[in-house]
Structures are given as C-alpha cells and as structure tokens.
C-alpha cells in the first residue's frame, strides 16, 4: 500500500515511472503491435503516409546529395526499409530489442542491406558520418530537456556539414487541446497492457511550460505495481527554433508534418526541417 500511495503521487517533469514501456519485456508485443496500427496509442500512421513521407523526404533530400540517413526510433522499419528501396544507405536506431529483431528479420526478408542498431539514441555516438537524420512521429517531444540537448548534440555531431534534420513534434495547439482526466477501473479480458486481471489507474495532467503526462499504474492481484509515466513538451515554432538554434541548427521550414503538407495554425503537431550550422 505504501509503495501505491508514493506512486500516485504528481511526478515531477520528466520523472521515470517504475517501468519505461518501450523496454518492458512484459509490453514488447503491445509496442511492436502500435506501429502498425495507428488506432493504438502512440502507434504509427498508415502505409500510405508513409509513402508520402519517404517521396518528401527524397525531394528534400534528394539521395543523389544526401545518401546516408540515420533513422532514429526507427521502430520495426518501416521508413527505413521505404527509403533504402529508394537507394538511401540507412542505419536504423532503437532501443526496443523486438522492433529491432523485427526489422532485421524484414530487411533479410526483402534483400534490404540496413545496419540495424539497438541502440538508445541519447547516448549514440556517431560523427560526421551522416547527410539526413530523421527524428519523426513526435519522438523528440517524448524526452527531457537534458535528454533533449544530448540527442540534438549527438545528431549534430553525427552529421556532414550542412546535413539536414526531419523531425516532428506536438504544438502549443495540442497542450490547450489536452484533457485532465483521471480514471480507475478493472481491466477488460482485451485489455492491451496484460491479459492479467489488474486494477488500472489512469491520469492525465497539464504542467507549466506546456508540458503533459498520461500516467498508467497497473496494481496486480500479487501485489506487483507497475507505473509509466509518458510525457510530452509541447512546441510553438519559436521555442523549437530557439532550442534547436542553441543546438547549432538553423531551422530551414516548418511543415504541416512529415509528409510536407503546408503548414497549419492551430494544428496538434507540425514538422520541420533543420540544417546544420
């Protein structure tokens, strides 16, 4: 009971639940399940957008300039497998061992040669090895300011001079939008996180500096309790700008996503792409 009480205490921003969820061996079916089912979430989009990213990305970049691409949370592959049919030289990062294994498997499969890594990408280290580097589906709005400026340091380090960065993240539009909830109940027989009966506390929570948190206590007839804790920061343009100017990038565009639809006020997410200083 003491540890439920100490749990369902308000974090502090950024603060790790007992369990980080993409390296939960207990959730690693749930995880690879969400990247190709978009209604999951946190899951990723359509075949189609996609195929439409990967085209963006090739006029952008074309490969003919920017032939080497680190795709980091590349997941299970799949824009990795797209842009390497494309003739990109690509390395994908994740540290999701399944994801990993998976894309692998997939690469094999289609006599793709992509250098897989399992790899967390706060702590890769690469340098000046790289012309484009992907940071796409609002993963960069997941982490930490500290882990946020390592990322940016180890991708600017990473790339040639004048390499470009995709990255997307969630806007000023999506931290008014977000709604503070909080619900308990026991789990349903289809339940995604365990098909153990358990007692799911479930909380969502605005913090200054348009920050926000889904928080997911699972409490276990044997008395396991299991917590994450998923965060976002929440962008308007000029802070993204700012944080990625004291990065050594210089912001070329914005887009409406990564897909490179026109820009949209008031959207929930947009894109852009960087250029190293």
Same mark, same amino acid.
């Given at each position: 009971?003491?540890?439920?009480?100490?749990?369902?205490?308000?974090?502090?921003?950024?603060?790790?639940?007992?369990?980080?969820?993409?390296?939960?061996?207990?959730?690693?079916?749930?995880?690879?399940?969400? =990247?190709?089912?978009?209604?999951?979430?946190?899951?990723?989009?359509?075949? *189609?957008?996609?195929?439409?990213?990967? =085209?963006?990305?090739?006029?952008?970049?074309?490969?003919?300039?920017?032939?080497?691409?680190?795709?980091?949370?590349?997941?299970?592959?799949?824009?990795?497998?797209?842009?390497? !049919?494309?003739?990109?030289?690509?390395?994908?990062?994740?540290?999701?061992?399944?994801?990993?294994?998976? &894309?692998?498997?997939?690469?094999?499969?289609?006599? !793709?040669?992509?250098?897989?890594?399992?790899?967390?990408?706060?702590?890769?280290?690469?340098?000046?090895?790289?012309?484009?580097? !992907?940071?796409?589906?609002?993963?960069?709005?997941?982490?930490?300011?500290?882990?946020?400026?390592?990322?940016?340091?180890?991708?600017?380090?990473?790339?040639?001079?004048?390499?470009?960065?995709?990255?997307?993240?969630?806007?000023?539009?999506?931290?008014?939008?977000?709604?503070?909830?909080?619900?308990?109940?026991?789990?349903?027989?289809?339940?995604?996180?365990?098909?153990?009966? =358990?007692?799911? !506390?479930?909380?969502?929570?605005?913090?200054?500096?348009?920050?926000?948190?889904?928080? *997911?206590?699972?409490?276990?007839?044997?008395?396991?309790?299991?917590?994450?804790?998923?965060?976002?920061? =929440?962008?308007?343009?000029?802070?993204?700008?700012?944080?990625?100017?004291?990065?050594?990038?210089?912001?070329?565009?914005?887009?409406?996503?990564? *897909?490179?639809?026109?820009?949209?006020?008031?959207?929930?997410?947009? &894109?852009?792409?960087?250029?190293?200083?």
């Amino acid at each position: 009971m003491e540890k439920l009480l100490e749990i369902a205490q308000n974090p502090e921003p950024f603060e790790e639940g007992t369990q980080e969820i993409w390296l939960d061996p207990d959730r690693a079916d749930l995880v690879l399940k969400s =990247h190709f089912d978009e209604n999951i979430p946190g899951g990723s989009r359509g075949s *189609n957008f996609v195929h439409e990213t990967v =085209h963006f990305i090739s006029e952008v970049a074309p490969v003919e300039k920017y032939k080497k691409v680190i795709d980091l949370g590349c997941g299970p592959g799949l824009y990795s497998q797209n842009l390497a !049919l494309k003739g990109y030289e690509v390395v994908g990062v994740d540290f999701n061992k399944k994801s990993i294994e998976y &894309a692998i498997n997939e690469a094999k499969k289609n006599d !793709l040669s992509i250098d897989y890594r399992d790899e967390d990408i706060t702590k890769i280290e690469i340098e000046n090895e790289f012309d484009l580097a !992907l940071l796409i589906y609002q993963i960069y709005s997941v982490f930490s300011p500290e882990n946020r400026k390592q990322i940016l340091r180890n991708i600017h380090r990473g790339l040639k001079p004048g390499g470009l960065v995709l990255l997307d993240v969630l806007s000023e539009a999506s931290y008014e939008n977000f709604q503070q909830n909080l619900m308990w109940g026991l789990s349903r027989k289809d339940n995604p996180f365990s098909d153990r009966k =358990h007692l799911t !506390l479930y909380a969502t929570m605005k913090y200054p500096d348009k920050v926000t948190l889904a928080k *997911n206590v699972l409490v276990f007839g044997d008395g396991k309790i299991v917590n994450y804790n998923y965060w976002n920061q =929440h962008f308007t343009i000029e802070s993204l700008e700012k944080e990625v100017n004291e990065a050594g990038f210089i912001l070329e565009k914005v887009y409406a996503d990564v *897909n490179g639809g026109d820009y949209i006020n008031n959207s929930e997410y947009f &894109a852009a792409v960087l250029k190293k200083k």
